[in-house]
């Protein structure tokens, strides 16, 4: 499971940034066009919300996995390495509580999304639970993450082993 986990992290961290690329190019077009031909898009601002919105929430897991995420260590490095995996355990059993919640909270919404046919507001009139599955699956794998997370910083409170006696 962790090691797909992880596959699946690391093909959506680099999609993620594939999007993030795309979103640049698109907007660049869209900068050319209106600035210097006059002729602005009236799709491409739309569609650099949605790259956005998926790049960021299907990386998220990725940043996570490789601990990227911004973290407050001020108080944290003052503390002995057993309270930081402590604080680090329980840090991870928030945030996979957290979003557990905002997963199915997205899972209502797209679930609506998909049983009243709702469309965007907009020319482009674009099913809105494709812009709402990135939260949804953005979360889930959040979820998974801190859940891993929990289970390999528990882990390390285990007593040590060796030769066949506890150590403490």
């Not at 961290?13 to 907007?27: P, T």
Request: proline share 3%; glycine share 8%.
């Amino acid at each position: 499971m962790k090691r797909f986990l992880e596959g699946l992290n690391l093909f959506l961290g680099y999609l993620s940034g594939l999007g993030i690329l795309f979103m640049g190019l698109l907007l660049f077009y869209e900068v050319v066009l209106r600035y210097f031909f006059h002729a602005p898009t009236m799709w491409s601002q739309e569609i650099a919300i949605y790259l956005f919105t998926w790049a960021m929430l299907g990386g998220a897991s990725y940043t996570l996995m490789k601990k990227k995420h911004v973290r407050i260590d001020l108080f944290v490095e003052h503390l002995s390495e057993v309270w930081q995996r402590r604080l680090e355990c329980l840090t991870s059993i928030v945030g996979t509580c957290f979003c557990a919640v905002v997963t199915w909270q997205g899972y209502e919404m797209v679930r609506l999304s998909l049983k009243f046919n709702r469309l965007s507001a907009t020319p482009l009139r674009v099913p809105q639970w494709i812009p709402q599955m990135a939260l949804l699956l953005g979360f889930a794998l959040l979820t998974l993450q801190f859940a891993l997370l929990v289970i390999d910083t528990a882990g390390s409170f285990a007593p040590k082993r060796r030769e066949g006696r506890e150590l403490s």
